[in-house]
């Protein structure tokens, strides 16, 4: 019989049921192996206990055909149960997939493997930098169960706060910077403008050319760095992130990415985010043209895609309370890569491995997203680096954007 996720409770052998339950106590899904101990005494629904886990969870048979998938793999590989059950696991993912070795050696050795960091990439279901378990069923010869972790996931908590701090020490600095930077340089400059008109010698009058023109600059940073130290909650409203992702693309196709190919991998089924449109705009905007400046100038390629994350729940800024994060915008480049020395500090402020760059752009970026409740993460390698955004959704009473 095949096992899918509204039949699996019900009509799965006792020894099977028992089986996958033991198969989880060992990846510490406590709720599952609390469960096996009292199985005896209190009815239990594998299907709800299975369809519960955030992590995507599926069994195969010897021809790697799914016998069973839980809702989060039906996330996973955007198709529903009824489309996934008796299909090869070829059809979704490449033959030449780490994860098929992963399964043919359990099912060979009639034990567990596991494998970290593997990527897992199709045009399907995008790209998932994940860790795998696979686990030979020994009461039923040939089957193996697989289960898939996001390591973006497990690496959001660790991030948060990190990210949020550079986002608040920007707003420090900006701060700072106005206060006891501006009024000095207004002072300089207006002494420069009174030594040009005083100057004969040319050599003396371009001197004091240059003092005023640095003097600008310098005002025009410390005017970027105030927008860091307004603190004031942002206006949100309901908006379309598809909407903002188109604009964010035609501006970069008509400007700085004119010579890069796009690819857009949306979830179209995605309700509005909880937002503020400009201030996306402008992040989003930072993060296409750090990835355009940093793929090759030929072949370079930036892939834009959305979808919905099942579980992602973190604390809310200056609250205890926690919001589920489950709307993700990712921004991928063929670029280098970034070093992994300021990997660490990516997220500070004047942090950059452009020859000309301010180092501001990432750390607004951590503002935007910092003052929006979400979460940024990023993967990097050469020939691959990935930007996420977590996102909460707008109130369904709210759906004009």
Partial sequence: MRYNSTNFG?????????????????????????????????????AAVLNALPEPVFVLDAQDRFLYVNLACEQFFRSSSATLIDRPLSDFLQEDSTVFSLITQARSSHSSVSEYGLTIETQR??????????????????QVVVSIQERSIARKIDHQLSHRNAARS??????????????????????AQLLEGVVENPGDRELTNLICEEADRIV????????????RPIERGSVNIHEVLEHVR?????????????????????????????????????????????????????????????GVRLAVRGGGDRVDLPLM???????????EDIQLRLFDPFVTTKTSGKGLGLALV????????????????????EFRIMLPLAPMRNKRS
């Fill in 170 to 191: 920007v707003s420090a600095m900006g701060a700072m910077l106005a206060h006891e930077i501006k009024n000095p340089l207004s002072g300089i400059k207006g002494a």
């Fill in 250 to 310: 035609r501006i970069a196709q008509s400007g700085f990415g004119r010579n890069v190919r796009f690819f857009e991998i949306y979830d179209p089924s995605l309700p509005p985010v909880l937002g503020n449109r400009d201030l996306l705009i402008q992040a989003l905007l930072n993060l296409v043209k750090n990835a355009a400046e940093a793929v090759p100038d030929q072949g370079g390629e930036i892939h834009i895609g959305t979808r919905f994350l099942q």
């Fill in 10 to 46: 019900h009509s799965c052998p006792t020894a099977e049921i028992r089986c996958f339950v033991n198969r989880f106590r060992r990846s510490n899904f406590m709720a599952a192996a609390i469960a096996s101990d009292a199985m005896d005494s209190v009815p239990l629904d594998i």
């Fill in 366 to 385: 951590a503002k935007v997203v910092d003052s929006h409740g979400g979460v940024i993460e990023f993967d990097s390698e050469p020939g691959r680096t």
């Fill in 220 to 231: 025009s940073l410390v005017g970027h760095m105030e927008s860091f130290s307004d603190d």
């Fill in 125 to 142: 279901i995008g790209s998932h930098f994940v860790s795998i378990d696979a686990s030979a069923i020994a009461e039923t010869p040939g």
């Fill in 329 to 339: 915008v990712s921004v991928r480049d063929n670029g280098g890569g970034i070093p």
